[in-house]
């Protein structure tokens, strides 16, 4: 296995690389280290490498990706590595001659950053204040390209360094698709089933949080996709008055669980080959309790999606579908008339959209893996 980890200097790079090198048994290089060594040696390279490290700058790129490249050549690394503080720009990256499996990303406030390195008890000259703002500043500028680089690669895994140790190292080997079972190192095996019900007022991100796990190769069923096809095949139009007596009608006819029961072979199919499925717009308590009641093999996790009432409605507003379908109105009788209220107030998850679209996609990503490794 072939890693690397990012983050800013006191994110944590280097107590979880001699981990992970102990759990995999593949050699840590942390670049950083060779650098000094070489600063040490008395020679005309070892006084610029000492200059350039304690005036807090980089070392070229070239330079760089020599150095790099001649040690992962010894035969140590030939099964694998875990390398501390390269690529650290994207000319590093792209010349980079061996591949990289994954590549970690601790991420923490610079603040967070700068109180770990001034309280840590090491005698380093490349450690002044002015040296460590210098190499936080390096990073923001050369080193997120080299982040983003590698997220459009698929080998990008993000993780808040903030949190403890074991948390972190944790989360790294879940990521990995590896657990410690008794202190061995075992494949990770996602046996449990699940459903991740998406619930949430209209222009919440619904849409977008099941195209976002469509994507992780989740199945979604659409519970509203009964009501929208009734109406779209009796050309009825999509008013608030015509949803809310076809909703009526079925619930007379099945309960208010009565999308859940209208689904529910649908999602039994589903989970016979699928460990987690998600629910695009579960509504009522009563759907959630048909589910568990159903499903008892099942967890059911109820993810609430919120925006600011002013932007759901801007977006609902624009929408190719149901383009007139939001207001109060419709509010209320999601609330009260479906009996959402209790869904939203019992939700396992809450998932504010009122940002962008990464940091929405960001928040969904901490969810799946809770799911996911729960």
Do not use: C
């Not at 009734?230 to 007379?252: M, N, Q, W």
């Amino acid at each position: 296995m072939k890693l690397v980890l990012i983050g800013i200097q006191g994110s944590g790079k280097s107590t979880q690389g001699n981990i992970l090198s102990h759990l995999f048994r593949i050699p840590y290089l942390s670049t950083g280290h060779i650098f000094r060594e070489i600063a040490k040696e008395k020679t005309s390279l070892g006084r610029y490498m000492k200059e350039t490290i304690n005036a807090g700058i980089l070392v070229p790129d070239d330079k760089t990706i020599e150095i790099v490249n001649t040690y992962l050549s010894r035969p140590e690394y030939a099964r694998g590595y875990i390398l501390d503080g390269f690529p650290r720009t994207l000319k590093q990256a792209h010349e980079f001659s061996n591949n990289v499996d994954k590549v970690i990303y601790l991420k923490i406030p610079d603040k967070e950053a700068l109180w770990r390195l001034m309280n840590r008890h090491q005698d380093r000259a490349d450690e002044t204040l002015p040296a460590l703002r210098k190499r936080i500043e390096l990073f923001h500028k050369f080193t997120e390209p080299v982040i983003e680089y590698y997220e459009k690669l698929g080998k990008l895994i993000e993780l808040d360094g903030t949190k403890a140790i074991h948390h972190v190292n944790k989360e790294i080997l879940e990521n990995l698709g590896k657990q410690l079972v008794k202190n061995q190192l075992k494949e990770w095996k996602q046996n449990k089933k699940a459903i991740i019900a998406l619930v949430g007022l209209p222009g919440a991100g619904k849409s977008e949080a099941a195209a976002f796990f469509t994507k992780k190769g989740l199945p979604v069923i659409s519970f509203g996709k009964i009501i929208n096809d009734y109406i779209d095949k009796h050309k009825l139009g999509h008013t608030e008055a015509v949803h809310k007596k076809v909703r009526e009608e079925l619930r007379e006819k099945y309960g208010k669980e009565a999308l859940a029961v209208l689904n529910k072979d649908k999602i039994a199919e589903l989970l016979k080959t699928k460990n987690i499925i998600a629910i695009d717009g579960m509504r009522s308590w009563e759907e959630y309790l048909y589910l568990k009641k159903e499903l008892k093999k099942t967890h059911v996790y109820i993810l609430v999606l919120y925006a600011n009432k002013q932007l759901r409605y801007e977006r609902s507003s624009k929408r190719e579908y149901r383009a007139d379908l939001y207001g109060e109105e419709r509010d209320i009788n999601e609330l009260i008339g479906t009996n959402m209220g209790p869904t939203i107030a019992f939700s396992d998850f809450l998932v504010k959209n009122n940002f962008s679209m990464k940091d929405f996609h960001d928040k969904l990503e901490e969810v799946y893996r809770q799911v996911y490794f729960s």
